[in-house]
Each structure stands twice: as C-alpha cells, then as structure tokens.
C-alpha cells in the first residue's frame, strides 16, 4: 500500500509525452495561474455533501499542480484546486485545445472526439426515442460539431429530421461548427435556460466531468427539458483508465485539470437520482441515458471509495493490470505492423497489375504501329493509283480536243486528216 500511495502522489514526473505545441501552452498556462489571470480554488466539501476527503494525487496529466480528492464517503475524485467558475471561459478559448490536443489551430484538427461518435449516441439512445418524425437535439460542449453533425446524418436513415443546436466556449469551435451547417452558440447551460426553450433529447458527451457546480448545472437542465426528455451523459469512467492508450495505460495520465470530477457509473448515478432523475441506461464503459422522474424513490448512495482505492492498488501494483497495460501496446503495435504488411502487399499488388496494363499498352501501341504502317502503305498504293488516273484524264482530254478539232472541218480537210487523226487513236 505504501508504495501505492507514494506513487500517485509523485510531482517529479510529467504523465504524459508533450509535444512542442503542448509544452509551449503548458508554458504559458503556469504564468497565467501564478499572476492570477487564471484563479483556482480549493475544494472541501463533495457533492454529496460530505467533508471526509482523502489526498489521493498532487498533479494531473501534465505535471500542472492540480491535485485530486476522494471522498471516502461515496468515492467520487473530485479535482483539487480548480479552476474558478469565472475563469473558464478565458481557459478553454485560450488552453484547452491546444494543451490538450497539441495543435496550435483547430483546423489541423478535424475532430476533437473519434469518427463515429455521434453515431453512436444516437444508437443507444434510438430505442427511448419518442414516435416523432422531428427532434429538437441539443449539445453542450459542442466541440467541432462532427457529434451532431453525425448524429443528424444517422437521424435522417430513419426519417427523422434533427433540430440541432450547440453550445461552446471555443469561438474557433463555434466557427467551424457554422462552416458545417452546425448551429452553435458562444455560452452553457444557463444560456440556453435563459431562452426558455425545451429540447427532446440533450447531449453532454465528456462534458458533466468539466463542471464546477454539479447542482446548478442539473437544475439548469431541468428548466430545458420536458417530461419526456432524454438526457445522455458520457464521461471518461475512472475504472476504465487502464484500458487507454490515450492515457497510455496510466492513472495520472487520465487525470487532467480542465475535469473537476471523475466518476465511476455508480457516483454519476448517485448525483442524478439525488436531483430527480431515473437512470434507464448505463453501461460500463459510463454512456448513461437518464429522464426526470418526479416519483423517482430514495435509493442507498453507492460508495464506490473502497471500489477505486482497489482498483488503483492493482493497477500500480498488480503484476495482472502491468502485464495488460504491456500486451496491449504489443497489440496494438502487432496490429500497425500487419495494417502496414497489408499496405505493403496491396501496394505490391497495385504495382503488378499497372505493369500489366503498362505490358498490354505496350502491345496494343505494337498493334497500332503495325495498322498505321499497312495504312500508310495502302495510302501510298492509293496515291499511286491517283497519279495514274490523272495521267490517263489528260491523255483524254487531248484526244477529245483532236476530235473536236476534226469535227469542224470541211469533208475535204477531213480526208487529208484522217491518217493523222486515226495516228492519235492507234
């Protein structure tokens, strides 16, 4: 245990590998939080209510000081200090995309979650569906908008038309979004609460982690959805972490500032339940669907503390979770080493039928070069023929103006002709 512990509390390390923009932004980020353009704050109280915090880390996945809690009471991780509410708008138009992603412009990235991703959603969540040939969807956190453009495109296989809307804190976010027909606007939840309108289905895909004020939040969403909604809520589960790459297979790779919690499927269900909503769907990866339910019972809280202090016992220690982390990365490497095999081949294949089609051209050319050839012969033959036949017209053509010279002479002058005019003939 000892070692365990000692090992998430380390600050000497930086997770996870930076590139040159990532470490550029890292840079800039740590003068912001030291002159205070960036506030944080310390947490001591959990949602649910609870004071009983533990230290569980001091950095997150960029070496940056913001550490994480557990409460030991229902085991949601909570980040600590944070980023103050009234900062958040500066953080994620300024630091998010590029620390996180490692691209200086958006536009080098077409996508901030994989392909398919809104895809996805709407599958699990088209079986809860209302009958209705419309649905008015909304997104927060929109990102570059490929969710709901993707979510509107599988929409339209089942004829139902979408009426989307996202919001982004990102103007280059919202920028793109506009260039692909996606309706964003600048602002949250509140901002769309202000609007006084309701939605059939919202969107929060890794994006309840990222909120401060849980409560608010939720209460906001009540105020746009009505009795039928569907409310999907996708976050990065905590025990799930060693199965990522992206966190390459660690821990504190997973943790990063910009989410103020992480959840297992049993703390995400404890704050939903707690603020009036049925959970109709989970799995375990946490793609979760939820729908008010005014007459939802009191369930037991879940405490998941002892749940994740295990977990994470194993994954530093455990000779299972080190060898999965291991055989993973050889999986995945042996599976970009048979994808290139197969390039190789399919390259060499290409390869050998162009010079196929190169040999047939070569012959087919062979063939035109003989046809030309007998047509330039048969050409000089024709030319020959004409020659000749203009040769033999002007032959004619003398003898006809003899014979029309004949013609008009007298009888006398035609006999002593005649000898010479039958000469021309003969």
């Known amino acids: 245990m000892e070692n365990f512990r000692k090992e998430l509390l380390r600050t000497d390390v930086i997770p996870r590998k930076l590139n040159d923009v990532s470490k550029k932004y890292r840079k800039l980020f740590l003068k912001d939080l030291e002159s205070r353009k960036i506030k944080t704050e310390e947490v001591n109280k959990c949602q649910c209510g609870s004071s009983n915090l533990e230290q569980l880390t001091k950095i997150d996945r960029f070496g940056l000081p913001f550490g994480s809690l557990i409460c030991k009471d229902c085991g949601l991780v909570i980040t600590s200090p944070r980023i103050v509410e009234e900062s958040l708008p500066y953080y994620y138009d300024t630091y998010y995309h590029p620390l996180n992603y490692g691209k200086e412009h958006l536009e080098n990235q077409s996508v901030l979650y994989e392909d398919g991703q809104g895809t996805k959603i709407f599958n699990i969540l088209k079986k809860f569906l209302p009958k209705q040939d419309e649905l008015n969807v909304l997104e927060i956190g929109a990102g570059t908008g490929n969710v709901l453009d993707e979510f509107k495109q599988e929409a339209k296989k089942y004829n139902v038309h979408v009426n989307e ?88 790779g997973y943790l990063i500032h910009a989410h103020m919690y992480n959840f297992t499927k049993d703390t995400l269900v404890n704050i939903l339940q707690k603020n009036g909503f049925k959970n109709i769907y989970m799995n375990e990866k946490v793609e979760s669907i939820f729908k008010l339910d005014s007459m ?16 994470l016992e194993k994954f530093y220690e455990a000779y299972d979770f080190l060898k999965y982390a291991i055989l993973k990365k050889l999986e995945k490497q042996n599976i970009r080493i048979q994808t290139r095999d197969e390039d190789i081949q399919n390259l060499k294949d290409t390869i050998e039928k162009q010079n196929i089609r190169i040999q047939t051209r070569d012959e087919e050319i062979e063939s035109l070069k003989d046809k030309i050839q ?51 003939f003969l």
């Open 165 to 252: 809307l996202g919001t982004e804190y990102s103007n280059d976010c919202i920028r793109i979004c506009e260039e692909k027909g996606v309706k964003t606007i600048y602002g949250n939840i509140k901002t769309i609460a202000e609007m006084e309108k309701k939605f059939d289905v919202i969107i929060l895909s890794h994006v309840f982690e990222h909120f401060i004020d849980l409560q608010t939040e939720i209460v906001n969403l009540k105020k746009i959805m009505h009795k039928d909604s569907l409310l999907y809520i996708e976050v990065p589960g905590i025990l799930e972490s060693h199965k990522k790459e992206y966190y390459d297979f660690s821990f504190l």
């Open 296 to 311: 939802v019972e009191t369930i037991e809280k879940y405490n998941s503390y002892d749940l994740i202090i295990d977990y």
């Open 374 to 424: 007998k047509q330039a012969i048969r050409i000089e033959t024709r030319d020959k023929e004409i020659e000749s036949l203009k040769h033999r017209n002007k032959e004619q053509e003398k003898k006809i103006v003899v014979v029309k010279k004949f013609l008009g002479l007298s009888f006398t002058e035609k006999l002593k002709n005649y000898k010479k005019l039958k000469g021309v």
